[in-house]
């Protein structure tokens, strides 16, 4: 999903589909989404709780939505896999020691894994998995016309699954999500198609999987109560923009109720708010629906031991990134954008300090 600094050129399908989500399919009194939490049952967590996620989601400038080449921030395509595993491993490495991440989210399409870029980018990859990090591997569509919550092409999109898990499915530390946000697809419509990538890989362990809650992933309830994805984890994203304001209450009741009973398989793999304006979301601030947000979000996280990856940690001209590129262009470092932004994320992965009164 598109965030800051564009969100206002959004267009109008986008516009009237985000509104609906914010507004007809939940609401902060508690109205239920479709599949109750009570429904949930049959998706047995492949663990107790997501605590051991703690990541961020390193970004390509477009938002990874591309028909073409996806080129991370701080990397070129034109660069072999050497020098992007090593530009690769000190980014991961600034993640670790900034942050305390131990997890990163990716993005892939076909045109980045079905052509000869495939063996530059999987340097991005194994410097990550080499650290120790975990590494959650997600298809984004298009762009444009392509930008309609839709797998692109099935031609491409399956040979482009069949190369990354051969590559990574012996890899314990790397983890599949089918798809980012498939908000075309009825809940009914994208259940089937992740049944069906189950199928189709049927070797990956379970608990290797991210199944994304339906929609602009903004619900886990259905995808948690079909008993044909038992055993994966499930992404959620959770954004405040989605609401001009709300309280601090009102963002904890509109986020439980996107995960129902399902927190012990969920990991909320986006969420974000801005992080170069200069906001303190180490204060409260209840007239500040931003501060609300982040300070009700990350709470929840917590308490639901819920593991959490930040959107972006790293992504060129975000007024969302938690961090931005210092260093040189063969030796990039980073550098933490908004420290207060950096507390409550270490406070959802159970670190830190409450916010102050």
């Not at 959620?236 to 989605?242: E, K, R």
């Not at 001009?244 to 109720?257: E, G, N, P, S």
């Not at 308490?303 to 030796?331: C, F, H, I, N």
Request: charged share 20%.
């Amino acid at each position: 999903m598109r965030k800051t600094p564009t969100r206002a050129s959004r267009t109008p399908r986008l516009r009237a589909a985000l509104v609906a989500v914010a507004v007809a399919a939940v609401t902060v009194t508690g109205t239920t989404l479709a599949g109750s939490p009570a429904a949930a049952a049959p998706g047995a967590a492949p663990t107790t709780d997501t605590t051991q996620f703690k990541g961020v989601n390193w970004a390509d400038p477009r938002d990874n939505f591309a028909d073409d080449l996806l080129q991370l921030s701080g990397l070129s395509t034109t660069d072999t896999y050497r020098q992007t595993y090593a530009k690769a491993t000190r980014i991961i490495a600034a993640f670790r020691a900034n942050l305390g991440a131990n997890t990163v989210r990716l993005p892939i399409n076909p045109y980045t894994v079905n052509g000869a870029y495939w063996k530059s980018y999987r340097g991005v990859i194994d410097a990550a998995s080499d650290q120790g990090f975990k590494v959650i591997v997600s298809y984004w569509e298009g762009t444009g016309a392509q930008k309609d919550g839709f797998i692109d092409d099935t031609a491409t999109y399956w040979p482009m699954w069949d190369t990354v898990v051969k590559a990574y499915r012996n890899d314990s530390r790397v983890y599949f999500e089918p798809m980012n946000e498939p908000h075309g697809y009825t809940d009914t419509e994208w259940a089937d198609i992740a049944a069906k990538w189950l199928s189709t890989y049927s070797k990956v362990p379970r608990n290797r999987v991210f199944v994304s809650g339906a929609g602009y992933n903004d619900h886990v309830t259905t995808v948690c109560a079909d008993p044909r994805l038992k055993g994966t984890y499930l992404s959620l994203h959770h954004y405040g923009f989605w609401k001009d304001y709300a309280t601090y209450d009102q963002w904890v009741a509109d986020l439980k109720v996107r995960i129902g009973d399902c927190a012990n398989r969920t990991v909320a793999d986006e969420f974000g708010a801005p992080m170069t304006t200069g906001l303190n979301y180490d204060v409260k601030t209840p007239d500040d629906n931003f501060v609300n947000y982040v300070q009700a979000v990350t709470d929840t996280f917590r308490e639901l031991k819920m593991g959490s990856v930040y959107w972006p940690g790293l992504r060129t001209d975000d007024t969302y990134s938690l961090q931005t590129l210092t260093g040189t262009t063969a030796r990039p470092w980073l550098a933490t954008t908004n420290q207060s932004g950096a507390d409550r994320l270490a406070w959802a992965w159970g670190r830190g300090k409450p916010v102050k009164g």
